[in-house]
């Protein structure tokens, strides 16, 4: 798989690569880490793999993927532990996949947008409430789905890896504090061994990088 070589979030674990080593690690697979800079993004080689130009890429054998939810689904149908036995379970952890990135990523990618992107635009101060409130109708939807339960739907699945992944992007906002059981449901993922090891790795790379 690729990440970056130098993330912009400093090691926060927010690039898409989190997603992808996280999944890999719940279900026991050894994987290599190729590291990529922006330029090399932008190159033939990468794009040859990725035709957007972005992270992360996976590569199994003659197999080439990208996007970070395409990438997560194929490793949790190869191996076990991230989609139930069950066929309707299975059917409703994936429903969970595609809720976190189709319906509750997309207002979050605004508000990531208007924090970093349009900070000194004219019209930050008026867009930034509309986008906050978009969002906190999302986790409010969310939150009453999830109730007093730890997971999603039973068991941890790839839907809770995939909408977690999706909510820690507010971690530093504010916004999920703002509903005790998913700001718990987040803490709860990041405890688990496997995002430890994950995170412990995509840092271990911010860190080198920052100190070459």
């Not at 989190?18 to 690690?25: D, H, S």
């Not at 194929?74 to 409703?92: F, Y």
């Not at 999302?138 to 039973?154: F, H, N, T, V």
Request: aromatic share 8%.
């Amino acid at each position: 798989m690729t990440a970056f070589e130098r993330s912009p979030d400093g090691g926060r674990g927010q690039a898409r690569d989190i997603r992808v080593r996280w999944a890999l690690e719940e279900v026991g697979q050894p994987y290599h880490v190729r590291l990529v800079s922006f330029s090399e993004m932008k190159q033939p080689a990468h794009l040859a793999v990725n035709p957007f130009g972005q992270i992360p890429t996976y590569e199994e054998g003659d197999l080439c993927l990208f996007e970070s939810g395409s990438i997560v689904f194929h490793i949790a149908e190869r191996h076990a532990g991230l989609l139930p036995e069950d066929a309707n379970a299975r059917a409703r952890a994936i429903t969970w996949m595609f809720a976190a990135l189709n319906t509750v990523e997309p207002p979050i990618l605004e508000f990531v947008t208007v924090v970093i992107l349009e900070r000194d635009a004219t019209w930050h101060d008026q867009r930034l409430p509309l986008v906050e409130d978009r969002i906190r109708k999302r986790l409010a939807e969310l939150s009453r789905c999830l109730g007093d339960a730890d997971w999603l739907d039973g068991a941890f699945s790839v839907g809770d890896l995939v909408m977690v992944g999706v909510l820690r992007r507010l971690n530093r906002s504010g916004l999920l504090d703002e509903f005790p059981n998913l700001a718990a449901y987040v803490a709860r993922a990041e405890a688990r061994p496997a995002f430890k090891r994950a995170f412990e790795a995509q840092l271990a790379v911010a860190t080198a990088a920052s100190n070459g």
